[in-house]
């Protein structure tokens, strides 16, 4: 690991600054991911901004009836919250079905947000990256892939958002509220937050230079059944293959996204439409253009079987 300095902030609006300023400075909330990526150098930034003293580690009901997430609640804690359990138990059984208890005790919502894909080609310094490299070249693409995307990618690159949380916020409709470098403050509805590759892999989302994710916001809880399916090599500490989010009414109508298979959560709103016909029509609409690889094309029957299973139980 590379030597850096370090400090605490004070503000949020003074962390998105500092950072903002300062070449090579990061921010650092649970740090799960990020002292990983530093111990392998394939982070390595020059500056540390610690946000443990912000304040931002609340879960309050908002005025319209949902709830207001601190970017720094942790995995555990969110997950045990009793109004997240009664009214978003989709997003309950995302954060328990990912990592481990101990990851879980100290990985943070927003970072959850932010992680960065497991690919095994960006963990290998020696094998070209354009996420880790920019203009490098892409080793997954004609080497191994069967953890890797089905959709939403593109010739720079074929992986995959990492995250079982994220999945269930995209169904959720949840939006990311930040703060700039100059204190003016935004929401970003999940649906924008997570970018596609396109030919700029190495930027994952829509944040601004030393934007600081404050919290996440739930709209009023969703009528129905929440499920969250996840299908993995092992039946603990892996990621997924596939997973579905899904909310599910009694009549059958609901909401559904995947996870495993795209740069970010996938969800497609008009396969929502198709729930009541069943998973096979919803499938087709939702993984419309996809360009599977010899090694992951079974992700396509996998995420089509995923769904059945949990319309099944719905009906049942």
């Known amino acids: 690991m590379r030597s850096f300095t370090y400090e605490r902030a004070k503000s949020p609006a003074g962390a998105a600054a500092i950072v903002a300023r300062t070449p090579g400075a990061k921010f650092l909330a649970g740090g799960t991911n990020l002292l990983d990526l530093m111990k392998l150098e394939i982070e390595t930034p020059t500056h540390l901004v610690d946000l443990q003293d912000l304040g931002l580690d609340r879960v309050e009901k908002t005025p319209e009836g949902g709830l207001r997430i601190g970017a720094f609640v942790t995995n555990t804690t969110l997950a045990a919250d009793d109004r997240v359990r009664r009214g978003y138990g989709v997003l309950t059984r995302a954060i328990v079905a990912g990592a481990s208890g101990q990851l879980r005790n100290k990985a943070t919502t927003a970072g959850n947000l932010l992680q960065r894909t497991r690919c095994p ?9 354009n996420k880790r490299e920019p203009g490098s070249g892409c080793a997954a693409i004609g080497g191994y892939s069967r953890q890797l995307g089905v959709i939403g990618t593109s010739d720079a690159c074929i992986a995959t958002h990492p995250g079982d949380m994220a999945v269930a916020m995209r169904v959720l409709d949840a939006a990311i509220e930040t703060v700039k470098p100059d204190g003016q403050t935004r929401a970003i509805p999940i649906a924008d937050f997570h970018r596609l590759w396109g030919t ?117």
């Open 121 to 129: 080609y960006f963990y290998d310094p020696n094998q070209p990256c």
């Open 200 to 316: 700029t892999p190495q930027v994952e989302t829509t944040l601004q230079p030393g934007e600081l994710i404050t919290a996440i916001t739930l709209p009023p809880p969703l009528d129905g059944r929440h499920f969250y399916r996840k299908v993995r090599d092992r039946a603990s500490y892996a990621f997924a293959l596939v997973s579905v989010a899904a909310v599910i009414r009694k009549d059958g109508t609901g909401r559904v996204a995947f996870g495993g298979v795209a740069p970010r959560p996938w969800r497609v709103e008009a396969a929502d439409v198709l729930l009541p016909q069943g998973a096979k029509a919803a499938a087709t609409r939702a993984f419309a253009g996809a360009r599977p690889t010899a090694d992951n094309a079974f992700k396509l029957p996998l995420a089509e079987r995923a769904l059945a299973s949990v319309l099944a139980e719905a009906k049942a």
